[in-house]
């Protein structure tokens, strides 16, 4: 089972040191099966290692700790996606089960495989270790992309007139589907801190407290930054509503200024008799055009009386 396709899923096995870390990516039964005589697990933790949406859990058996995490992955096109690791840790080996690609297990399975230094296998519960660092390492990795990201948007809504809630809201989306994986982490690494010591060794507590402290430091800077986008959201919301106002203020100015001309112009358009119109005889004492500089000046005189009157009412 060292490194090859076994018709359900990649599976792949290495040793070092004395601790195995076997890797088993989308597992057919076969394999899932083959697993579970093995290491004598438990059929129920082996199909909940594979099966969706199972909640964050930490269960310790007889001869074994099997534990249920999720990991974000950063897709190209800057969505997180979520998957999960079904995890059984033994006195002398790890096993990991997931479905969907996990770019920090490669990496990580990697550097281990290739590695000479027994340190880094010292045992499998700082193999464990190990591994839910790499995790935390990608969630990391992710938060200081949104710190980044919410420097840009602080420019964008502080410095232009246009509406920025796209791009807020795709943030707003990354900060929320991140917290929800770290939050579930706290209690986890928590309880397996507690337990750890009894099982693997007490030295290893403290490695697990700095996971801990590690995940609480990230679940403090996400709810920072979850405050802040909402900041730059209602922000943004009335940056836009100004500017929608002044844009309503205008077109409503234009069309109140041009009531009297259009009042003027449907009187003179209709078939009835009306002073200096044509069937009553034009005025003439100004010249050809009397009627249409009267009627000009009536609409513009009126016009300028409403502009004062809402002026002094500070209407704009």
Same mark, same amino acid.
């Given at each position: 089972? #060292? !490194?090859?396709?076994?018709?359900?899923?990649?599976?792949?096995?290495?040793?070092?040191?004395?601790?195995?870390?076997?890797?088993? *990516?989308?597992?057919?039964?076969?394999?899932?099966? $083959?697993?579970?005589?093995?290491?004598?697990?438990?059929?129920?933790?082996?199909?909940?290692? /594979?099966?969706?949406?199972?909640?964050?859990?930490?269960?310790?058996?007889?001869?074994?700790?099997?534990?249920?995490?999720?990991?974000?992955?950063? *897709?190209?096109?800057?969505?997180?996606?979520?998957?999960?690791?079904?995890?059984?840790?033994?006195?002398?080996? /790890? /096993?990991?089960?997931?479905?969907?690609?996990?770019?920090?297990?490669?990496?990580?399975?990697?550097?281990?495989?290739?590695?000479?230094?027994?340190?880094?296998?010292?045992?499998?519960?700082? @193999?464990?270790?190990?591994?839910?660092?790499?995790?935390?390492?990608?969630?990391?990795?992710?938060?200081?992309?949104?710190?980044?990201?919410?420097?840009?948007?602080? #420019? @964008?809504?502080?410095?232009?007139?246009?509406?920025?809630?796209?791009?807020?809201? $795709?943030?707003?989306?990354? &900060?929320? $589907?991140?917290?929800? @994986?770290? !939050?579930?982490?706290?209690?986890?690494?928590?309880?397996?801190?507690?337990?750890?010591?009894?099982?693997?060794?007490?030295?290893?507590?403290?490695?697990?407290?700095?996971?801990?402290?590690?995940?609480?430091?990230?679940?403090?800077?996400?709810?920072?930054?979850?405050?802040?986008?909402?900041?730059?959201? #209602?922000?943004?919301? &009335?940056?836009?509503?100004? *500017?929608?106002?002044?844009?309503?203020?205008?077109?409503?100015?234009?069309?109140?200024?041009?009531?009297?001309?259009? /009042?003027?112009?449907? @009187?003179?358009?209709?078939?009835?008799?009306?002073?200096?119109?044509?069937?009553?005889?034009?005025?003439?004492?100004?010249?050809?055009?009397?009627?249409?500089?009267?009627?000009?000046?009536?609409?513009?005189?009126?016009?300028? !009386?409403?502009?004062?009157?809402?002026?002094? $009412?500070?209407?704009?």
């Amino acid at each position: 089972m #060292d !490194g090859h396709t076994d018709g359900g899923g990649d599976v792949r096995k290495h040793t070092l040191g004395g601790v195995t870390w076997v890797d088993a *990516q989308a597992p057919g039964t076969t394999v899932l099966e $083959r697993l579970e005589q093995e290491y004598r697990l438990h059929p129920v933790h082996v199909g909940e290692s /594979v099966r969706k949406v199972q909640h964050n859990q930490v269960e310790r058996e007889k001869h074994y700790f099997f534990l249920v995490m999720h990991y974000p992955a950063l *897709q190209p096109d800057g969505k997180i996606t979520v998957g999960q690791l079904g995890v059984f840790l033994g006195k002398d080996y /790890v /096993v990991t089960v997931h479905v969907k690609e996990a770019p920090f297990i490669d990496d990580f399975y990697t550097h281990f495989s290739r590695t000479t230094d027994k340190q880094e296998a010292r045992s499998a519960g700082y @193999l464990l270790f190990r591994i839910i660092a790499a995790l935390l390492q990608t969630m990391e990795t992710i938060a200081e992309g949104i710190d980044v990201e919410l420097d840009e948007v602080e #420019d @964008l809504v502080f410095e232009n007139n246009s509406s920025d809630a796209e791009r807020i809201g $795709r943030l707003r989306e990354k &900060i929320i $589907r991140l917290r929800r @994986l770290t !939050g579930p982490k706290r209690l986890l690494l928590d309880d397996l801190r507690e337990q750890i010591g009894g099982f693997a060794g007490s030295d290893l507590t403290h490695y697990y407290a700095y996971n801990l402290k590690t995940v609480n430091r990230l679940w403090d800077e996400l709810d920072e930054a979850r405050e802040t986008v909402e900041i730059y959201k #209602d922000a943004d919301f &009335i940056t836009s509503t100004e *500017q929608t106002n002044r844009i309503l203020a205008l077109l409503t100015l234009v069309f109140t200024f041009t009531i009297p001309a259009t /009042v003027a112009a449907a @009187l003179y358009g209709m078939n009835v008799f009306v002073p200096g119109g044509l069937e009553s005889g034009s005025w003439l004492f100004l010249g050809k055009y009397t009627t249409f500089w009267l009627v000009l000046a009536l609409s513009a005189c009126t016009a300028l !009386g409403m502009y004062i009157y809402f002026r002094k $009412r500070r209407w704009f």
